[in-house]
């Protein structure tokens, strides 16, 4: 089974992906992953992206299309994939489907995470990490037992990341509603969209997921 998987950051989408590919054995393709390991292996393509990106050009929809198809050559049928953070735009949705009717592939679901905005702010604002052994926790949600202390490692030392505030927050919801506005008509037209509230419980939105693939998917044509 092919899926995308949409959610803004912090929505727990790569929690999610990783269950699915622990527990279906499905592949998680994500562009930006794809994109940075081929720039740190200095590969042919990994210096054109690095050249595109330092210049702020954006990449070229037609180059990440055939870069996704190699990888999509690698895979064995048998598995399910996950699209992570692709597509973004009508055209990419396009060459998607090209790809994969190339393939002998069919997308099966569109699933979103939805969120309350403010719920994860407060969500994300209120994170941190031991400096010693990365144990995560959150100032209401998780608190260490003893104030200041890890509960893991018992060291005193804590992090939290620079970009974990309000503002910083609210600007990437923006931008992730701006990137998913012009796919989601697209799929909700096949009667591939189905939405997953993301505040939910981990192991919950992991029961809902998995519901919505067992199930007969809606329509399996990329015929409106």
Do not use: W
């Not at 954006?58 to 996704?68: G, N």
Request: with cysteine.
């Amino acid at each position: 089974m092919n899926i995308i998987l949409l959610g803004p950051p912090g929505a727990g989408k790569g929690t999610q992906a990783s269950r699915l590919v622990e527990s279906r054995g499905m592949v998680q393709l994500s562009t930006g992953d794809i994109l940075r390991a081929a720039v740190k292996a200095g590969t042919e393509v990994g210096t054109l992206a690095d050249e595109i990106m330092k210049a702020g050009k954006l990449f070229p929809d037609e180059l990440m299309a055939e870069i996704l198809g190699e990888h999509l050559d690698g895979i064995p049928l048998s598995k399910g994939v996950i699209f992570d953070g692709y597509p973004r735009t009508a055209r990419q949705a396009e060459l998607l489907d090209g790809l994969l009717d190339a393939r002998g592939r069919t997308l099966h679901h569109v699933i979103e995470l939805v969120v309350d905005e403010d719920a994860l702010v407060d969500r994300i604002t209120g994170r941190f990490t031991c400096a010693q052994c990365g144990e995560g926790y959150h100032d209401r949600f998780k608190p260490t037992k003893a104030e200041g202390v890890c509960d893991k490692c018992g060291a005193t030392e804590f992090k939290r990341r620079p970009d974990d505030n309000e503002e910083t927050v609210r600007t990437r919801m923006a931008e992730y509603r701006a990137k998913t506005a012009p796919i989601l008509p697209i799929y909700a037209a096949r009667g591939l969209v189905k939405d997953v509230d993301g505040m939910a419980d981990m192991d919950e939105v992991s029961a809902a997921i998995a519901g919505i693939l067992d199930q007969a998917p809606a329509r399996l044509s990329k015929q409106a």
